[in-house]
């Protein structure tokens, strides 16, 4: 009798214990789901700071899908759904995506919109070349001003300072995190800003000739002038009167190779480097990275990277 109630006695503690087990385990799990914050990302250069910052304490939701453009996406019913009940949108403004800022101003005031325009200076966009007819290919804010901000890395780290801020007030208690993080990445744009700042010091030619208007911010903290190429796109090729014009200025400013925007095929890019005396070579605006290059490895910083590259050969760098 003794030993029955012994073992009765055991089971009890024993049941008793598994159960405290599992509600630990339960409690645990919730409070795991609930410090991780949904918030969405614009396009992928911001995409690639709220991942970076954020870490695994934030699912990042991306509004414009890996290798596309960003400036006419159009959102589906599912993001639209995903992005009301997010915590936050990281973004850029003044008509950069209209679909995008269409959806932000509906948004319940739950969702805090975090326009990171706010926390870089503007420049000016850059006229076109003298004597070329058509448009430049580049998109241009409803400011009248350039938003290819992300391509100077000193803007990206101010970006970067923005969404931690963001990040840390919405989750405070991973403000520690976040903000180690976002240091960590800083200091690799800041190497990264080193490195062009040192290998485009001393260039033979100092004009960076290109058919997509997206290298003004780059340009400036290099002391480069940009210079954009109109009527150059994948639709059409440019006029004699802009081929002589573009053939001109390049022997003028001893031009040797003339950068083309990734999208346009390379017979046509070679056709004209032909015409006009120059090699054909190309530059990424980083606006969006296909999936294939994500899972292979490629980043701001090392698509940025190859752009340093191509530039000091073209521009003759030593």
Not at 89 to 101: A, R, W
Request: glycine share 6%.
């Amino acid at each position: 009798m003794d030993n029955l109630i012994l073992v009765n006695r055991f089971l009890a503690v024993a049941s008793l214990v598994l159960a405290l087990s599992a509600c630990g385990g339960s409690s645990s799990q919730v409070d795991a789901n609930k410090t991780q914050i949904t918030v969405a990302a614009s396009f992928y250069p911001i995409e690639e700071i709220v991942r970076k910052v954020g870490g695994t304490h934030v699912n990042v939701v991306e509004l414009t899908p890996a290798g596309q453009g960003a400036h006419d996406v159009q959102l589906t019913a599912k993001q639209l759904t995903v992005l009301s009940t997010s915590s936050a949108v990281f973004y850029i403004s003044d008509g950069f995506q209209p679909e995008v800022e269409k959806a932000v101003a509906s948004l319940p005031g739950s969702v805090v919109p975090v326009d990171l325009l706010q926390s870089v200076t503007l420049l000016d966009v850059v006229a076109q070349l003298d004597g070329t007819e058509g448009e430049t290919d580049g998109e241009v804010l409803a400011s009248g001003k350039d938003p290819h901000v992300w391509l100077d890395p000193a803007n990206m780290i101010a970006m970067t300072t923005a969404v931690a801020d963001a990040l840390s007030q919405l989750s405070p208690e991973f403000a520690t995190q976040f903000n180690a993080a976002a240091q960590s990445f800083i200091a690799e744009l800041q190497t990264l800003g080193n490195e062009i700042d040192a290998q485009l010091a001393n260039c033979e030619s100092r004009v960076l000739v290109t058919s997509h208007r997206a290298f003004a911010y780059l340009a400036k903290r290099a002391n480069i002038r940009q210079v954009a190429i109109a009527g150059v796109n994948p639709e059409e090729e440019p006029s004699a009167k802009s081929l002589e014009a573009i053939a001109s200025f390049a022997r003028a400013n001893k031009v040797s190779t003339i950068f083309f925007e990734t999208l346009l095929p390379a017979d046509l890019a070679k056709t004209l480097a032909d015409k006009v005396g120059a090699t054909p070579d190309l530059l990424d605006p980083v606006e969006g990275i296909s999936s294939a290059d994500i899972a292979g490895g490629a980043s701001y910083i090392s698509i940025q990277r190859d752009n340093l590259s191509r530039l000091v050969k073209g521009l003759r760098c030593s």
